[in-house]
């Protein structure tokens, strides 16, 4: 399966963007999607997960309540809305994948599917 993340883009701090992940092969029941984003010079860190089937989130508690995470079966998409976007929250996202997760949604060594990486920029 191939991820295709976009989406980013330059946004004022306060502002939104929606971002989307859609995959080339089907994407099972048992499937997790997650965001994940890195910023110069740190490390990649988690943002977001959802499982496809219960449709269950999780969220880094940076960004809790400020963005959705969400998805669509049909489109095999997924997608994170970010609301009241912080400078801090520049970094380049990226989407990711794996068909059996039981728990660690928030690790990302435990995904192995990964999409290209979409830059996002918050001016103050």
């Known amino acids: 399966v191939q991820l295709q993340a976009y989406g980013g883009g330059l946004v004022q701090a306060g502002g939104s963007l929606r971002l989307s992940c859609a995959a080339s092969?089907?994407?099972?029941?048992?499937?997790?999607m997650g965001w994940f984003r890195q910023a110069p010079g740190k490390e990649r860190e988690f943002v977001a997960a959802?499982?496809?089937?219960?449709?269950?989130?999780y969220y880094a508690d940076s960004v809790k309540d400020r963005f959705t995470i969400s998805r669509d079966n049909a489109d095999d998409t997924v997608y994170l809305q970010m609301n009241s976007l912080k400078p801090g929250d520049t970094a380049v996202y990226y989407c990711?994948?794996?068909?059996?997760?039981?728990?660690?949604?928030?690790?990302?060594?435990?995904?192995?599917?990964w999409g290209q990486g979409t830059q996002v920029t918050v001016s103050s």
């Open positions: 959802i499982r496809w089937s219960s449709g269950t989130t």
């Open positions: 990711a994948a794996e068909w059996i997760l039981r728990s660690r949604e928030y690790d990302p060594h435990e995904y192995h599917y």
């Open positions: 092969g089907r994407i099972f029941d048992s499937s997790v």
